[in-house]
């Protein structure tokens, strides 16, 4: 079951997790892993869910055709890896540690360990839909192209998200916000050299949370 799907499902019944984890007999606990990605439903809890609902699997795991058979769902949700989420990255410290980490969440990728999730804090990048606390995968990579937005560490702080872009006359690399309220960050290649800047990731996909 996609969560998105079960979202919607609650607003259009008017009604909570508490309310359905007490209906079906379903540990809220449950719920919220499913939400986190620590957790595939199971296909009786599907059905107590979808009873609830009024509603078929099939409109439950979000298919309109109804060709997508419960079979179908598990074997695309195995196919999905768990990413790790991180809350902060800092200067001097894995991307991922005990510390840092949030939890985990599906991402539709071929190997997880190259990717993370960064938990957005802030309204820098709110104009291209990402505002705080969205969740943003990034490939891990140090470069980017015109564009990328980035996640990268500057002069030891956490790690920032901005817009990549560089110019070849000036030999000048901006991070640029989203957001007229905020200025860009100005960098040049040897910030990079010297360890002053160091770009994590490109962002690949963000997830707005609700």
Not at 98 to 111: N, P, R, S
Request: with cysteine; charged share 30%; glycine share 8%.
């Amino acid at each position: 079951m996609e969560y998105a799907k079960f979202e919607e499902l609650l607003r259009a019944k008017e009604t909570t997790v508490y309310q359905v984890s007490k209906a079906t007999g379903i540990a809220a606990s449950t719920f919220t892993d499913w939400k986190n990605g620590r957790s595939m439903p199971k296909a009786d809890k599907l059905s107590r869910i979808a009873a609830f609902f009024g509603v078929g699997l099939d409109e439950l795991l979000g298919t309109e055709s109804g060709n997508r058979t419960l079979e179908n769902f598990y074997q695309t949700a195995r196919a999905r890896k768990m990413v790790p989420v991180i809350g902060v990255i800092r200067a001097g410290s894995p991307i991922v540690t005990d510390e840092t980490l949030i939890g985990y969440e599906f991402a539709d990728v071929e190997d997880a360990e190259d990717y993370f999730y960064l938990e957005v804090c802030g309204d820098s990048m709110k104009n291209c839909g990402i505002v705080s606390g969205t969740y943003v995968l990034f490939r891990k990579q140090q470069y980017a192209a015109n564009g990328d937005i980035v996640a990268c560490l500057v002069d030891g702080d956490s790690a920032t998200v901005k817009r990549f872009s560089f110019d070849k006359k000036t030999r000048r690399i901006v991070l640029s916000p989203e957001n007229d309220d905020y200025s860009p960050i100005l960098l040049s290649p040897e910030d990079f050299e010297t360890g002053r800047a160091r770009i994590l990731g490109i962002a690949v996909e963000a997830k707005t949370r609700f």
